[in-house]
């Protein structure tokens, strides 16, 4: 993405995106992970998250552009399905084996979400690199400042309704997006690291428009998952 079709608020998200790299590389994680685990499909921790299922032509696009390439390199690596691909809009409980959230919470968490989302407009994302985290592969991207609007607004309502955020964030005022490609139940090759840094210098996915949030539980691949509701930005 060159700087000058960079908004102020997107080079403030970079910088997030930078920060979370760095302590990556440091390895001290001043955000919330997922611990990996054998089999991800059938796992058992579960959370409460405002998510975006996106469009087929942007699934399409990913599986073309990262997920086949991948899988020839390192096949045993946990990749996510089309139908399981997502993009976090908020984060409302984290995974756990028993749930951090009861039927209540959710039902809670689902009046916020309703009250809130359909107040908001549409926005746009700019992916523009991979990142690797210690056990997962993500795409990321920049958005509009919309989003960092909603998940501040999320953020105030749900913590007076009861049901604050449990995820640890490194920045509590601008936030990103990301669309989890793959999880690691093994060390990575170094085979494996070349190509996803050669994937990420040339990121061909065009700006997308996300245009509704959906509230789910769910493990972490979203192969167990039970929607609860969805709502359209305006």
Known sequence: MP???QTL???KQIEV???IENQIKGNFLGFSTVEPIKNYDN???ICLTGIHFPKQTLLDEITRAFIEPLKQISPDHYYYEKESLHITVKSVRVINDPPHFTETDIQKARKVFREIIPRH???KAYFYRLLLFPSNLALIGTTDPELDTIVLDLD???KEAGVP???QYTNSRYFFCNVTLARFNAPITDEFRKKVNELSNVITVPTYLID???LVTGNAALKKRTIIDSWKLI
């Open 3 to 5: 700087l000058f079709d």
């Open 156 to 158: 105030k309502r749900l």
């Open 17 to 19: 995106i930078d920060s």
């Open 212 to 214: 509704s949030v959906t």
């Open 165 to 167: 955020d449990d995820k």
């Open 43 to 45: 796992d058992t921790r």
């Open 121 to 123: 407009n549409r926005y």
């Open 9 to 11: 608020n997107q080079k």
